[in-house]
């Protein structure tokens, strides 16, 4: 027998080498996916959190979730991820309110009937017909900024067809913003690899620490301690109040230009879908206290909204009328009550009237 028919053909080969490499390369990302949960490197929210990783956001609530956030506020998610009732139920209604924000609207330490976009949308719909009533979206996500909002209205959009967008604004947004990171579609990609995580994941630790303009994961860990940390190590305090310092005008400068574009971006897509965009901003717990009297947050937004002639309430001398109205860095139960109601009646007629 000819024993060049023995010898395996170069197509044989190359499927041979194919299946051993996949085999390979499958056994390996196993093995990654084991050592980084055996070594604490995976993400914490993975499993049974409230938060998972986001493609554009950077991370996002778990739709369809119900539990307990930090032991003491209870959380309910739609089919899309955001603390308010189904879907459904807001596109039903006649007029439809979506509100962007941060943890401010989220209501963090508060119920969800308790933050003030539930309030606005019973104080609405107390004085209007079922011709008339509102459904409001709230997508407010903790730790969000301008930039994630951006995101949120970009793919929400046209599935959600808000006739009115309430953007909230909190001092720590500019932080937010600062920090915050698009990833490249390779970037996307390699995140998918337990092998390329691991690898990263050790060599973090082995670095001890990351660059700020580096950090674009969702959370291993709490997702708002990028912000936190520039915060404390360039500016000595929280990110509610940095925004307030004259030290590094180079960060906030560049914070503003990215908070600039941000909006910017929101205004655009809210011409697009023939909605209405109304602006409100929080003030921050030393404000409230008088402990800062520097308004250089709500001059500075204000000057922007002014560029886009957008309408903007500042809601710095509502809540600062008692300390009550704030619980630790966030609005209390009073504070939010007081925040819907002072929107009700400012904005109220425009909300309602097409």
Known sequence: MNSDQNQP???????????????LIGALEFSAGAARKLLRFAPHDSGGGLYIRHETRQWAMKPNYSGVMNRI????????????????EYLDAPRRLLVLGDSVAFGWGVSAE???????????????????????????????GTCHEASVLREQGSRLRPDLIVLQFFPN???????????????????????????????????GSETYSRRDRLAEEDPRKLSRRIARKDFGTNK????????????????????????????SLT?????????????????????????????SLETICKRFQT??????????????????????AVGHKKAAETIAGLWGVDLLVE
């Open 73 to 88: 506020t209870s959380v309910t998610t739609n089919e899309l991820g955001f603390r308010s009732p189904p879907l459904k």
């Open 114 to 144: 308790e933050s003030w976009p539930h309030i606005l949308q019973g104080l609405l719909n107390r004085s209007s017909d079922d011709s008339n009533r509102v459904g409001v979206m709230n997508t407010g996500t903790v730790g969000y």
């Open 271 to 299: 011409t697009a879908l023939h909605a209405d965009l109304y602006v409100v901003a929080f003030p921050s717990p030393k404000q409230v206290e008088g402990v800062t009297e520097s308004t250089v947050f709500q001059d």
């Open 173 to 207: 947004d500019l932080f937010e913003n600062y920090s915050y990171q698009t990833r490249s579609k390779l970037n996307r990609f390699l995140e998918r690899s337990n092998l390329y995580e691991l690898g990263r994941d050790i060599w973090r630790r082995l670095r």
């Open 311 to 332: 309408p903007f309430l500042d809601l710095l001398d509502i809540l600062a009328e008692t300390e009550e109205n704030y619980f630790g860095t966030h609005p209390s």
């Open 9 to 23: 053909t170069p197509a044989r080969l190359f499927l041979f080498s194919l299946i051993t490499i996949t085999l």
């Open 240 to 267: 509610e109040e940095a925004v307030f310092s004259d030290r590094h005008p180079e960060i906030l400068s560049a914070g503003w230009r990215k908070t600039a574009r941000a909006l910017s971006t929101i205004d």
